[in-house]
């Protein structure tokens, strides 16, 4: 949370991540941390569900390190850059981006010159950094000379004044279907030399960066800090609707506070999602009472029925019955004919994200929105 109340943002209780800074909610001591590891040189991996903040996090840590630290930061989504041409395209921006105002103009401005030029090749060159920018048409260059250019950019620009670089992938396990090991291999060469380059690994899929930061014959093995995303604390969601339904002049009562998060189970785009519910049927009365909460939520969860059932036909029948046994609170392995597949369905929905695992025959949804659609 940030002192001195909060900004309205451009999306009222953003849905749409990242989220502005001012919605994210508490993890200060994991921010703090994520960001004092990358300024001693450490790269991390923050592995987590989508929907759970993750990206919101990255990109504050890569706020707070540009403004306060001074330090360069880029930022690059894997899962919209679809092939090594892009991706090499799209780190030279990034890069670029992060020097300078004029840097990130040229880059801009690249689709543009190529089309306006009679010549096969425009250049621009970076006074500031004395580079020199091609800006040719991707297929003029094949994919490998145009990311061997960009894979060289990050310690170039740190070389050129000592300032660090933290370079953040989202979607991280996408690398290996852009470019398969041989891409892990080659960032792997390109990094692991980089003194002032510090990296920032997110990835949507547990099993998947478990497996490409903890397997030993990955490329990325042990390459980096892996970490755990906290949950928010169900007293920090408390201050945070409190601060926001007040900015909105729509005050909400405690006990509608109360009754939003311990629907959602704090789920960040669930509780803002029902928070936004509230305040949209509030906004007639100038406030919530946990009546009008309560309706909110039961919106909210009519609007997500159809997202839900979509997610529970992508996982099969099997896992279907079994979330609905967890769900009802049933016993797991009672009746199963095959407990091998009850157990193997269990690994499958704890590495996608679905379940969190308590204990032993143990679970939990990471969504308890899902779990209130199977009952």
């Not at 759970?52 to 899962?79: C, F, M, P, W, Y």
Request: proline share 5%; net charge neutral.
């Amino acid at each position: 949370m940030h002192p001195g109340g909060l900004a309205l943002a451009t999306e009222v209780f953003p849905i749409r991540g990242p989220v502005p800074h001012d919605d994210v909610v508490d993890r200060e001591a994991f921010i703090e941390q994520v960001g004092q590891r990358l300024l001693d040189g450490h790269s991390v991996v923050i592995a987590a569900p989508r929907r759970l903040g993750k990206s919101s996090v990255g990109h504050e840590v890569l706020r707070r390190l540009r403004n306060r630290d001074q330090t360069r930061v880029a930022a690059i989504d894997l899962a919209a850059t679809p092939s090594m041409a892009a991706l090499a395209e799209r780190l030279t921006v990034a890069c670029l981006a992060s020097v300078s105002p004029t840097a990130q103009a040229v880059t801009a401005a690249r689709g543009a010159l190529v089309r306006l030029s009679q010549y096969p090749e425009v250049r621009a060159k970076m006074h500031d950094l004395e580079l020199s920018v091609a800006l040719r048409p991707p297929q003029a260059q094949a994919p490998d000379a145009l990311l061997d250019e960009a894979l060289a950019l990050p310690d170039r620009i740190t070389g050129r004044d000592g300032r660090r670089l933290v370079l953040m992938f989202d979607e991280f396990q996408l690398a290996s279907a852009v470019g398969g090991t041989i891409l892990l291999d080659r960032l792997r060469s390109a990094f692991q030399g980089a003194a002032l380059v510090s990296l920032l690994f997110l990835g949507s899929q547990a099993g998947l960066m478990a497996q490409l930061f903890g397997d030993r014959r990955q490329p990325f093995f042990r390459f980096a800090d892996m970490l755990a995303l906290p949950p928010v604390p169900a007293a920090a969601w408390r201050d945070y609707l409190a601060q926001r339904f007040g900015a909105l002049r729509t005050p909400a009562s405690d006990a509608a506070i109360d009754l939003i998060v311990e629907y959602t189970g704090g789920h960040p785009q669930d509780t803002m999602r029902a928070a936004y519910e509230a305040y949209l049927l509030g906004r007639a009365s100038h406030s919530i009472d946990a009546h009008l909460a309560a309706g909110a939520c039961q919106e909210a969860q009519t609007a997500l029925a159809d997202v839900f059932e979509a997610e529970l036909d992508g996982l099969g029948l099997t896992a279907r019955v079994l979330l609905t046994r967890i769900a009802n609170g049933e016993e797991i392995f009672t009746g199963a004919r095959t407990p091998s597949t009850v157990a193997r369905t269990l690994r499958d929905l704890t590495r996608q994200g679905v379940l969190s695992k308590l204990g032993r025959g143990r679970y939990a949804f990471v969504e308890s929105m899902m779990a209130r659609h199977l009952r």
